[in-house]
């Protein structure tokens, strides 16, 4: 299997979203000075244009339009282990119905794929983190899960920014904290971009997202609410 560059993957992402919505001369500018990064670069130099980039972002562009740009470069929860929640969707019509799929898909990946214990898993279900999230009225309230190899360390940890340097599933992010460099919080709209795919894809209708804690905010966790049409 050939590796794939997280950082060029991501800076295509990134370009070519800017490029849909705010055409090609916005794309340049916020873009200039990626030449040349990509995961083997130094980590400082990528933490570093992600702050400039992210400035030159909320300089340059609009609230909604950022909200779109960021949200298309997120990473995707897989189309087709969403197919079963789709199906049965469109026979329902039941959004409590999806949830409880998702829960279930969620509840696996922790028993079977992380393998963690009866107990972790139970607090990770009462925090209300995961894929599903819950439902207030018409609206889903999603907490992304520390990064997976990191769950058991941040579990234990007690100092708070060393919670949210390791929280992060982003890479760029967590270096910045190591860095003790400050990213905008815009940037979080491109993980709550990986809830929206996920109900999209199963509404097979457009939703919007709101950015509600994030680590980059000093929080402890990032939480999402997904806006049901």
């Given at each position: 299997?050939?590796?794939?560059?997280?950082?060029?993957?991501?800076?295509?992402?990134?370009?070519?979203?800017?490029?849909?919505?705010?055409?090609?001369?916005?794309?340049?500018?916020?873009?200039?000075?990626?030449?040349?990064?990509?995961?083997?670069?130094?980590?400082?130099?990528?933490?570093?244009?992600?702050?400039?980039?992210?400035?030159r972002l909320e300089e340059r562009v609009g609230e909604n339009d950022r909200i779109e740009i960021m949200t298309g470069c997120s990473c995707q929860y897989p189309k087709a282990d969403l197919e079963d929640v789709r199906l049965k969707y469109e026979e329902t019509e039941d959004v409590d119905v999806v949830l409880d799929m998702l829960q279930n898909k969620f509840l696996s990946f922790l028993e079977n794929d992380l393998n963690l214990d009866a107990e972790l898993v139970s607090d990770i279900v009462e925090r209300g983190w995961g894929l599903a999230g819950r439902r207030e009225g018409r609206k889903i309230i999603a907490t992304k899960i520390p990064k997976s190899a990191y769950i058991l360390q941040y579990m234990k940890e007690s100092d708070p920014v060393k919670k949210r340097a390791i929280y992060c599933h982003c890479p760029r992010i967590r270096d910045s904290f190591k860095s003790d460099v400050s990213i905008s919080p815009a940037y979080c709209y491109c993980g709550a971009g990986y809830y929206k795919g996920i109900w999209e894809e199963i509404l097979q209708r457009p939703v919007k997202v709101e950015l509600l804690e994030s680590v980059l905010k000093g929080d402890d966790v990032c939480k999402v609410a997904v806006h049901l049409p």
């Open positions: 299997m050939i590796a794939v560059d997280f950082e060029k993957s991501w800076l295509e992402k990134f370009a070519s979203c800017l490029y849909m919505v705010a055409g090609a001369e916005m794309r340049d500018e916020i873009m200039a000075g990626c030449e040349g990064l990509s995961d083997d670069a130094g980590r400082e130099a990528i933490v570093e244009w992600t702050k400039k980039a992210m400035v």
